[in-house]
T-cell receptor, first 116, second 112 residues
Framework: NAGVTQTPKFQVLKTGQSMTLQCAQD?????MSWYRQDPGMGLRLIHYSVGAGITDQGEVPNGYNVSRSTTEDFPLRLLSAAPSQTSVYFCASSPLGRGQSNQPQHFGDGTRLSIL | EDQVTQSPEALRLQEGESSSLNCSYTVSGLRGLFWYRQDPGKGPEFLFTLYSAGEEKEKERLKATLTKKESFLHITAPKPEDSATYLCAVRVFSGGYNKLIFGAGTRLAVHP
């Protein structure tokens, strides 16, 4: 049981390049989300999904795109990388069924992204 | 505006020296307060969920408590392996969905 798996672990991009951060979970969780973590700041929600085909914006969505074609996968796309997007990105998942809405989120180990 | 503030930013303890970490919050409609532990290079690992004022949860040397405005994470007789960043998050209903608002964390270092 791997939990939440993120790839790659590290990535360096040039300004203007695009890339996709991968996230997969094997717990059959309906809810999946992407956060970014910057020094001195709390984790901030980028996008989230409550099930396949359903996504919505969090508090810092600009410059990022998501899709959810399966329950297991929730990739995050950077459309045109900017230095301000240098950060550590975490994917998380949790169940969302009746009586489970307050279950804690399970996090992956992150992708460390540098934009030059 | 919903806000979560953790203090201190960093804490250095000697092994066996008990202390407390603070998480204060100003939110409308709290739907749970979560404590996570984060080791360097890793994702946050869930520790506790607290739902109502007066509630307490314990796990080994850690004890979390909740009031109407803040939560404390008490660490009793800490060991070096308790060194980590401890994150607090509150769940609120805002903009049509449940969301987690995280504090910036407290970096704890326990020295032998």
């Amino acid at each position: 049981n791997a939990g939440v798996t993120q790839t790659p672990k590290f990535q360096v991009l040039k300004t203007g390049q695009s890339m996709t951060l991968q996230c997969a979970q094997d717990m059959n969780h309906e809810y999946m989300s992407w956060y970014r973590q910057d020094p001195g700041m709390g984790l901030r929600l980028i996008h989230y999904s409550v099930g396949a085909g359903i996504t919505d914006q969090g508090e810092v969505p600009n410059g990022y795109n998501v899709s959810r074609s399966t329950t297991e996968d929730f990739p995050l796309r950077l459309l045109s990388a900017a230095p301000s997007q240098t950060s550590v990105y975490f994917c998380a998942s949790s169940p969302l069924g009746r009586g489970q809405s307050n279950q804690p989120q399970h996090f992956g180990d992150g992708t460390r992204l540098s934009i030059l | 505006e919903d806000q979560v503030t953790q203090s201190p930013e960093a804490l250095r303890l000697q092994e066996g020296e008990s202390s407390s970490l603070n998480c204060s919050y100003t939110v409308s409609g709290l739907r749970g307060l979560f404590w996570y532990r984060q080791d360097p290079g890793k994702g946050p690992e869930f520790l506790f969920t607290l739902y109502s004022a007066g509630e307490e949860k314990e796990k080994e040397r850690l004890k979390a408590t909740l009031t109407k405005k803040e939560s404390f994470l008490h660490i009793t007789a800490p060991k070096p392996e308790d060194s980590a960043t401890y994150l607090c998050a509150v769940r609120v209903f805002s903009g049509g969905y449940n969301k987690l608002i995280f504090g910036a964390g407290t970096r704890l270092a326990v020295h032998p």
